[in-house]
């Protein structure tokens, strides 16, 4: 059962970073530039 867990939260961890990015550009305005896209490729 806790297998499962740690799957989830691996999951979490590696969606945030794009999560953060998104958030940024969709409520302070950030422009959406090469930096935050090439990483996402």
């Known amino acids: 059962m ?3 867990h740690s799957h989830r939260s691996g ?3 590696s969606l ?3 999560i953060g990015a998104f ?3 969709a ?3 950030e422009p959406l530039t090469a930096r935050l896209v ?3 490729c």
């Open 2 to 4: 806790s297998n499962n």
């Open 11 to 13: 999951a979490y961890y």
């Open 16 to 18: 945030a970073p794009f």
């Open 23 to 25: 958030l940024a550009i």
């Open 27 to 29: 409520l302070w305005g």
């Open 38 to 40: 090439l990483p996402a």
